[in-house]
């Protein structure tokens, strides 16, 4: 589900055929009711807010057979809500919420992959005259001529994917985010290299989430020295593909534009090439001088190494303008013993400062904090 307008636990296993297995107990009440799936008798939008717009491939009581075409019926400005119908759909580039089966929506051993059953994806990846953010299946930006996009975009159990490649194909992006605020709630993001973008002008807000990712990094940042980005990830699981770094982030001078991952875990995917000759992941190198990037109490397995962060490809050391730091990490790639210099071990009073509030400087409106377990 899309909506243009706390934290729960996670326990990890693998099933019998190695698939990731995330207990994430969390839905939203205020749009529940209309992600249910129906009978066949009953209006799917039973439950919706008025005027949402209902899309399936499928069922021929829906306002819209594709994503796209639902958007593209958008006027400019406003709000909206649409329901998108159980199935496959070939990028879009704004979503929304996702449908759910009553019969799994609940199930206390269900997660974000295993619960959605809505899954949009591209194949795209960068090649002559293909840019990265070109790449991405979710693109959330300002509309020609705006200087700034949606102020409240929401997404509810969706899986966004870039299938171009099972490999690190080149740069393959799931979401490019520019100019927005932007949030999601039981999803699911899916690629090989540079899974998630936050760019210029963006704040995100991801909880209740799994990011896949390999080569490169999971999560990065791009932007200019006069604009503003930051992303939090709160209880998230960061199924690492394994090697490169989770982040590459660029950060600007006197901001707090960084990565802020908080009550998460790292773990290897189960997907990962038990063969590659690269035994594990960083936790981020900088993509600039002035790179921030923050883990709070944050589960790390073996797949993390121990320097943690490394220097820019071909640098020699990491710059001391950058920010990097941890604050109880555990698991056993948590140990800060062999960290590099540059990462700063935070204390509980330090600690205490990086808060979602004080990250983007008060309480943000276009978050939904009544998403809960």
Known sequence: MWDSRDETSQYISLTDDGSLVVQIQALSPEYVA?????????????GCPEGTLYVSPTDSRANFQ???AAIDSLPQTGDAVILIGEGEYLKGSMLGDGQLDPSTAYDSAGNASQRNIVHIW????????????DTATL?????????FGNTDFRAYNIDFENR??????SQALVTAISYANASFYGCTFASYQDTWLTSSGAYTYVVDSIIYG????????????SNFWNSWFQNVI??????GGITAWQGTSGTKNGAYIADSQIIRSPDANA????????LGRPWNDLAITVYLNTYMDESVLPEGFIPWSGGSSIPDTTFYAEFNSSGPGGSTSARVAQDHILTSEQASSFTLEEVFDGIPAWIDFNYQA
């Open 34 to 46: 209309c992600q249910l799936q129906e009978s066949a008798e009953t209006s799917p939008l039973t």
């Open 66 to 68: 594709s994503v796209q």
């Open 122 to 133: 591209d194949d795209l990846y960068v090649k002559p005259g293909v840019s990265d953010p």
């Open 139 to 147: 693109i959330i930006s300002p509309s020609s001529g705006e200087s």
């Open 164 to 169: 171009a490649a099972n490999y690190a194909i």
């Open 214 to 225: 390999q080569a490169d990094c999971k999560l990065r940042s791009l932007g200019t020295a």
């Open 238 to 243: 960061l199924a690492n593909r394994v090697s």
């Open 275 to 282: 063969t590659t000759a690269i035994a594990g992941c960083y």
